[in-house]
Structure formats: structure tokens, C-alpha cells
């Protein structure tokens, strides 16, 4: 069993559409991620949530909303795609906030033509 | 604004040889550094530090942490080809909200 799996592996879509991708986790975590991984390898962090509740938005612009129904799963739309938004998205989960460890899902290449 | 360097940013070996990989931070608090493996998909968690000079050992692979010298070395003895990888250095800077901050990663290239 994936511990956290997301979907779609892949995404190639046009400018100007709109996208999701969604995220489970089955190891009983409180905390979950999205990271975005540019073509320079650099991970950074768009939000975190911690029992359904958002934490952080790093300054991500709105055109990205993430959702989490329940504590396991924590989605993300993404509005009007713009080139720039090409990267591979990771989700990934923690036990709590303070712990550091993060298990990561396989992530979603997001292509935008 | 908090950092995380790594280097080199690219480092290629024959199996057999030992590799240094190098991570410096600069935050304003600090409660841990990672280290990271990620091949061709997920990263996968190696190690967490959190005091310094204690060394941290699984297999073939090291890594320790200096606090003075706000940085953080992994080694990897005997590499073989499997250890290609890109690895990522993380620190958490005690925000309380669950979030690294990472470095740009060493891509290691392990020729047979």
C-alpha cells in the first residue's frame, strides 16, 4: 500500500485551464503538504495543513487552491494555468508540525503549453 | 531570509570511491536538519540531526551535524550505482507550521 499517493502522475494541458490534483495519505498523519519542485531541483512550500486546517500559504497566488476534506487527503486546483506553472508538484505528510520527517507522495509532473 | 546551500551541485563518481556531499544553512532558529534521497520519483527521508558532532549511520552512508559551523556533511562510503541520486539537504527553522526549508540538492552520478 502507497503510503501517500497522489494523481494524476502527469498533467499537459494549455494555458489558461484549469487543473487538479489530489492527495491521500493512509498513515494517520495530522500535517500534510504541497511542495513544488522547479526544473532546478528546488523544493519549496505552497501550504500546509494540519487537521484540515490551513497553516501556511507561502505566497502562492490565488489561482491556487488547495482543499483538504478530511485529514487524510488535501487536494490542489489550480486556475487559469499559466507557463510557469510547469514543475512537479509533491504532496506529503508529517505525524504533527514539529516532528521533520515528511513522507512524500511520487508527485504530478505538470506540463503547460 | 532563511537559506540552505548545498554543495557541489553536481558530483560524479566510479563505485568504490567515498563521497562528501556538504550543506550549509543560515536561519534565525534551528531545530533540525534532513537529509533526503530522491531518485526518479518521491524523496525519501535518510536522516534527521539535531545536535551537533553526533553522527548519524545507516549502512554506508553518514552524515553529522556541526552547530558552530552551522552545516552538516553526508559521506557515502563504497558507492555503487544505486546511489545515484539527487540528494536534498532541509532544515526546520522552529516556525511551528510543519515546513523545511530546502537546499538546491547534489546530483550524484555513480559510474560502474
Known amino acids: 500500500d502507497t503510503a501517500v499517493s497522489q494523481t494524476p502522475k502527469y498533467l499537459v494541458t494549455q494555458m489558461g485551464n484549469d487543473k487538479s490534483i489530489k492527495c491521500e495519505q493512509n498513515l494517520g498523519h495530522d500535517t500534510m503538504y504541497w511542495y513544488k519542485q522547479d526544473s532546478k531541483k528546488f523544493l519549496k512550500i505552497m501550504f500546509s495543513?494540519?487537521?484540515?486546517?490551513?497553516?501556511i500559504n507561502e505566497t502562492v497566488p490565488n489561482r491556487f487552491s488547495p482543499k483538504s476534506p478530511d485529514k487524510a487527503h488535501l487536494n490542489l486546483h489550480i486556475n487559469s494555468l499559466e507557463l510557469g506553472d510547469s514543475a512537479v508538484y509533491f504532496c506529503?505528510?508529517?505525524?504533527?508540525?514539529?516532528?521533520?520527517?515528511?513522507?512524500f507522495g511520487e508527485g504530478s509532473r505538470l506540463t503547460v503549453l | 531570509e532563511d537559506k540552505v546551500v548545498q554543495s557541489p551541485l553536481s558530483l560524479v563518481v566510479h563505485e568504490g570511491d567515498t563521497v562528501t556531499l556538504n550543506c550549509s544553512y543560515e536561519v534565525t532558529n534551528f531545530r533540525s536538519l534532513l537529509w533526503y534521497k530522491q531518485e526518479k520519483k518521491a524523496p525519501t527521508f535518510l536522516f534527521m540531526l539535531t545536535s551537533s558532532g553526533i553522527e548519524k549511520k545507516s549502512g554506508r552512508l553518514s552524515s553529522i551535524l556541526d552547530k558552530k559551523e552551522l552545516s552538516s556533511i553526508l559521506n557515502i562510503t563504497a558507492t555503487q550505482t544505486g546511489d545515484s541520486a539527487i540528494y536534498l539537504c532541509?532544515?526546520?527553522?522552529?516556525?511551528?507550521?510543519?515546513?523545511?526549508?530546502f537546499g538546491q540538492g547534489t546530483t550524484l552520478q555513480v559510474k560502474p
Open positions: 506529503a505528510s508529517s505525524r504533527g508540525m514539529n516532528t521533520g520527517e515528511l513522507f
Open positions: 495543513y494540519n487537521n484540515k486546517e490551513l497553516i
Open positions: 532541509a532544515v526546520d527553522n522552529l516556525s511551528n507550521t510543519g515546513k523545511l526549508i
